[in-house]
């Protein structure tokens, strides 16, 4: 489902070069859970958004089912994650302006197809029919969470990156984000790659790896 070579990722720092991380090779099989933990700027988020295609690196290559997305162009990476990538992030990303129904119904109306019947099932399915009309803000942090589950999920990718899913929320509404996260995900058979601080979650993954002074190294469970 996902592979890197070779990846490595530098940026010029005030006192020279800082080199993030060097030479990873990673390879996750179609419907694996992952967890990618490590402290704050080990690099973490920097790693999600290459193996989305959201950023290219220094060196190395990354594939997305047998794609190369290093090789494209920045509309030829979009075009890449287009229905097959979906995202979760800590700060939610809704939209203001737009109802939940309309915040879950978007991913499907940019690629051409009506989504306001798909998006109603999809809030249905994480506990939200009954706010299908509310505004982000008219909901709670772990509802606006929830809410970003259902619009990841309603094109059915077949890859979801999700950066600290569960950051922004108390322990208790954090479990139930996480368990409704891996329960969408069996049900889809979607790949999983979690950047993460959260060891339950972490724990409850297939693999976990831990990114540390440039390596990432494979955890014992």
């Known amino acids: 489902m996902l592979a890197t070579r070779g990846l490595s990722m530098r940026f010029a720092g005030p006192d020279g070069e800082v080199r993030l991380f060097e030479e990873l090779d990673l390879t996750i099989a179609a419907g694996e859970t992952v967890a990618i933990l490590g402290a704050s ?16 690196p220094t060196a190395g290559r990354v594939w997305i ?13 979009a075009a890449a994650r287009s229905g097959r990538l979906g995202f979760v992030f800590q700060a939610f990303h809704l939209l203001t302006g737009l109802t939940a129904l309309e915040n879950v119904a978007l991913p499907l109306e940019l690629v051409g197809r009506r989504g306001e019947a798909a998006a109603a099932r999809a809030l249905e399915r994480v506990g939200l029919g009954h706010r299908l009309h509310h505004a982000p803000e008219r909901l709670s942090g772990g509802e606006q969470q929830r809410v970003a589950l259902a619009r990841a999920f309603v ?17 208790a509404t954090g479990g139930r984000v996480a ?4 329960d969408l995900n069996r049900e889809y058979g ?32």
């Open 65 to 77: 089912e047998g794609t190369e997305i290093t090789s494209l162009d920045e509309d030829g990476r």
């Open 179 to 182: 368990d409704l996260l891996l």
């Open 155 to 171: 094109t059915g990718p077949a890859l979801l990156m999700a950066d600290e899913p569960t950051g922004n929320l108390d322990d």
């Open 41 to 56: 700027g080990s690099g973490k988020s920097t790693l999600l958004g290459l193996l989305a295609g959201l950023e290219r």
């Open 190 to 221: 979607t790949t999983l790659v979690a950047v993460t601080h959260d060891p339950a979650l972490a724990g409850r993954c297939d693999t976990v790896y831990r990114l540390y002074d440039g390596r990432l190294s494979r955890e014992e469970k």
